[in-house]
């Protein structure tokens, strides 16, 4: 027989796909933000979404649910799934699987002291900036957003090896945070900013016009315009709908006031709930970078603040959000 001459120990990776740190001691696995040790079962520094897990050691892995969960860079858990049974009113129980989808947005206020609509939303609330004011907002209304039906979407049922019938709950655990420079942007986060003007024109398949709003699918970097007069709400509902596009879906302007399509704005649709659990589960989003380096020395667009061009006055090198051209026609 032809055998094959290997060594299995020079095999660099193993648990979730990470890199051995095997230098010093064995068991360790590097996944960029932590180091993770495998025979105690936990990351050796703490979380840094620490705050929004108190209920849970920040030493942990996924929540202690391997299985079904994974942490993202030794960082934070983008979708978990967990089960539990339900009586009906008919007494036959039902499975149901929720699915949570965790997300991290920074908000960057790029909007000039010009801006007359920016300049009477900020303040707002006295000790407060407009970042803070709409990260505020944001966040309230993207943990208010779930969605549960049965499954499967064309037939609205879905029958377990059991044949029994299996409840799908969507929830969204956001955490919007206000920050004042790109410093304070991590590379996995996803970066909202807020400037004077969105450059090009909307989808014609849904009106057309001018765009309030840009992001890129799949991506980590999303534009809101602030102008026009609108009001706080107005504006969120075209941060969440860039938000839709990072979470990878596209527009839908058949379902009148699901997130996806234009005007008024409320609710994601069953079919957008699933897809964007299936979007990341498939490792289709987080793609791509939220920020860029300049090459350029002053950025000046007639005293406005882009999607094409974010900063007014830079030195060469600074770091910027990542600059997204809007090709729509």
Known sequence: MITRNRNV????????????ENEHTQGKYDFGARIYDSRLGRFLSVDRYQKDFA???????????????????GDFIEVVTTYSKETQ??????????????LTVKVLDLTTDNNKTANNLKGKNKKTSLAEDY????????NSLSGEYLKELGSDIDFDLDGKMTKHVFKIKATVEAVTDMSQVNEKDHL?????????????????????GLALDGGLISYVEISGGWSMGAFTETGIHELGHNLGQGHDFNSPGNYMSYG??????????????????????????????????????????SNEKPYIGLDSGDKIPKVVPNTTK
């Open 9 to 20: 120990n020079s095999y660099r990776y193993g648990f979730n796909g990470m890199e051995r």
């Open 55 to 73: 209920y849970q050691t920040p030493y942990l892995f996924a929540q202690n649910k391997p299985i079904i969960g994974i942490d993202v860079n």
């Open 89 to 102: 009113e008919d007494r036959t129980e039902i499975e149901v699987a929720t699915h949570e989808l965790i």
């Open 135 to 142: 990260a505020g907002a944001l966040q309230e209304e993207l």
């Open 192 to 212: 909202q900013v807020l400037v004077d003007d969105v450059k090009g024109k909307a989808d014609p398949k849904g009106g057309g016009g001018e765009a309030v």
């Open 264 to 305: 008024k704005k409320n609710h994601f649709t069953p079919n957008q709930w699933w897809d964007i659990k299936e979007q990341e589960r498939n490792g289709h989003l987080n793609s791509g970078s939220n920020s860029e380096i300049t090459e350029d020395w002053n950025w000046i667009d007639n005293g406005e603040s």
